[in-house]
């Protein structure tokens, strides 16, 4: 492979500079559950970050895809743009990185009619993943840890991180949805459910953080062996707790 390390970290640095890189205390979007997938190839490496949660401005949950790679294999193109020079300009500032997005949960009338944020009251079925699921008793939250904010009403936030804890492939990326931007002749060779994450609001970048260090050995090297995570995974939404509170 042609890339060293410290040249992918320099593409999630660049990417986390331009606010293209997950931060997982996103005001705009409450956090429930994060997963990392790497890709390789003898030339080619690619780092996939799923975060699935739920911002009120886009109305219903949904899982932000976000693909890092040496070659990116595009959804869009210069159709999705009112000129070419825009493509262009888009591919220019976006080499190494694409974002897509995928909604686990249908929308339906388990949302409040008058408040998007909340669960609507009654025994109303929620269909993810085109599987019905009945709304959890009250009981359910607690033993989950989830402490609900104004109970007994349930906010769309709380209903998504049960969901997380308690059927989390359901909620976060298919196989095929997570290689979506990156190039079929890449091979999976590691998945973390947890990981310790870049704190970006207070200025640190991938290239400083000894997880992803170790994530870009790996890519580039292909030794697995090669994660050698030094602190505590941070990726549980209870440790950013600001995400969502804009």
Not at 182 to 207: A, R
Request: some cysteine; proline content about 7%; aromatic content about 10%.
């Amino acid at each position: 492979m042609n890339w060293h390390p410290k040249e992918i970290l320099s593409v999630l640095d660049k990417c986390g500079e331009s606010f293209t890189f997950p931060m997982l205390d996103n005001g705009y979007v409450y956090p429930a559950a994060t997963r990392l997938s790497l890709y390789r190839s003898p030339e080619d490496w690619a780092m996939v970050i799923e975060v699935f949660g739920f911002s009120p401005r886009s109305g219903i949950p949904d899982i932000q895809i976000h693909t890092f790679a040496s070659r990116i294999r595009r959804g869009k193109s210069v159709d999705n743009y009112v000129s070419r020079q825009a493509w262009e300009a888009y591919l220019a500032n976006n080499e190494h990185n694409e974002s897509t997005f995928i909604y686990p949960i249908e929308e339906g009338n388990w949302l409040d009619s008058e408040n998007p944020e909340l669960v609507a009251e009654g025994e109303n079925t929620v269909l993810v993943r085109g599987n019905p699921v009945k709304r959890p008793r009250l009981a359910e939250y607690a033993s989950y840890e989830i402490n609900l904010e104004d109970a007994p009403n349930v906010y769309v936030i709380e209903f998504c991180r049960l969901l997380a804890a308690s059927a989390r492939d359901s909620v976060l990326a298919t196989a095929d949805e997570r290689r979506t931007c990156v190039p079929p002749e890449l091979e999976q060779v590691m998945q973390l459910e947890e990981w310790n994450h870049p704190d970006l609001v207070n200025g640190e970048l991938p290239s400083s953080n000894a997880s992803f260090k170790s994530l870009a050995e790996v890519l580039v090297y292909g030794n697995v062996s090669a994660y050698r995570p030094s602190e505590e995974p941070n990726t549980h939404w209870k440790n950013w707790p600001e995400g969502g509170t804009l």
